[in-house]
């Protein structure tokens, strides 16, 4: 099957060095699906922003076709063109069997009205929990929500990350989700415990993972190395400058800002433990790059309960457990890095993801 992926932030993660700070979870792990998908012998395209290239430019086999430029038409009408216009000629140039699109925002409802003009399927992928709690969608703006919310509900086929998510679907929209839980397409890495010396928060600066939570544990901490990277979330360069400005005080924290996915790797093979202070996940890419080198996670969310019971970290709920529970995981010999590693190689390999796609799909290509 031909499956395209509607992504308007994936090309910085496609190209690779186009200096654009744009790379966040949802477009790593299309990425990785994409990659997969390619494998399994299917053709894959992606519609996306136009920075610049050129149109149905070929990276890896997959051709990219491009939308809209982000800064291009009038405030207040740019929505409608060249953003939805751009979308819909691109599509149609696409030409795909299937749809895909990951993270609440308009694209799902753009893909339902599309629909009624030209025979197409989506699928939805879910990419935070609070995608199922309507009016609680990470999308920013009310428009996007309630365009979000239509296309869901009109959705061929609707994946989610974890149980939390798929019960949250079933008693919010009466839909049942195909769970496929986010995969790493990579081996274990085991790394010497000398070389692991940071403590690292990694994530789009917003106010649900309420990053200033680890900045104060940082400033709390004074004996321990902290590092922080992230992009702006959009629409929060407020916080993001916050965020700066409150690290600049903070001697044991560097504070990096974004940075390239070959750098972010590089950190993590320093890592001693991985912090999570979100709020609200559906199932972070970090705590993948975690368990693939045996870093004990410490973390107020815990996707269907794993973390805890599988010896991966520590989950908390307020700041005193934060402090404590990252106190206990440094010390030697509290979480060994080999039953991390093997919890992650048997879940979270690609086998299991592509099984469960190739039966997805299968679905989907019996439709009418």
């Known amino acids: 099957m031909h499956i395209c992926f509607v992504s308007m932030t994936i090309y910085p993660v496609l190209h690779g060095s186009t200096g654009i700070e744009q790379v966040g979870g949802a477009e790593m792990q299309q990425l990785q699906i994409a990659r997969l998908l390619r494998r399994m012998g299917h053709e894959v395209s992606f519609v996306t922003e136009d920075h610049g290239q050129p149109d ?106 974890n149980g ?21 397409d990579l081996e274990p890495r085991p790394l010497p415990e000398a070389s692991r010396n940071e403590v690292l928060w990694v994530g789009r600066l917003m106010s649900l993972k309420r990053p200033l939570l680890f900045v104060e544990l940082a400033r709390r901490l004074p004996q321990l190395q902290f590092t922080m990277i992230g992009p702006p979330a959009s629409g929060e360069a407020g916080l993001h400058e916050q965020v700066r400005a409150a690290a600049a005080g903070v001697g044991n924290l560097q504070f990096l800002g974004f940075q390239p996915p070959a750098e972010v790797e590089k950190h993590f093979d320093r890592c001693r433990t991985l912090v999570s202070t979100s709020s609200t996940e559906g199932f972070p890419n970090v705590f993948l790059q975690a368990m693939r080198r045996g870093i004990p996670i410490v973390s107020f969310v815990d996707p269907d309960g794993m973390i805890a019971s599988n010896g991966l970290g520590t989950v908390v709920r307020d700041e005193r457990e934060l402090e404590a529970a990252l106190r206990a995981s440094i010390v030697p010999g509290a979480f060994a890095p080999a039953p991390i590693q093997e919890y992650f190689s048997r879940h979270f390999g690609p086998q299991a993801v592509a099984e469960r796609y190739t039966e997805l799909l299968a679905e989907l290509g019996k439709a009418p």
Request: proline share 6%; with cysteine; hydrophobic share 45%.
């Open 164 to 184: 939390i998510q798929r019960d949250l679907l079933k008693a919010h929209y009466g839909r049942e989700g195909v769970l496929i839980p986010n995969f790493l």
């Open 56 to 161: 149905g430019e070929v990276i890896d086999g997959c051709s990219v076709y491009k939308a809209y430029r982000p800064t291009a038409g009038l405030p207040g009408l740019r929505f409608l063109h060249p953003r939805l216009t751009g979308i819909w000629r691109a599509l149609g140039r696409a030409g795909a069997d299937v749809y895909y699109s990951r993270a609440a925002g308009f694209v799902p409802g753009l893909l339902a009205l599309l629909r009624r003009f030209q025979p197409l399927r989506y699928i939805y992928a879910g990419a935070n929990d609070a995608d199922f709690l309507p009016g609680k969608e990470c999308a920013r703006l009310a428009r996007d929500r309630w365009l979000f919310r239509h296309g869901l509900r009109r959705a061929d086929a609707i994946v989610v990350q």
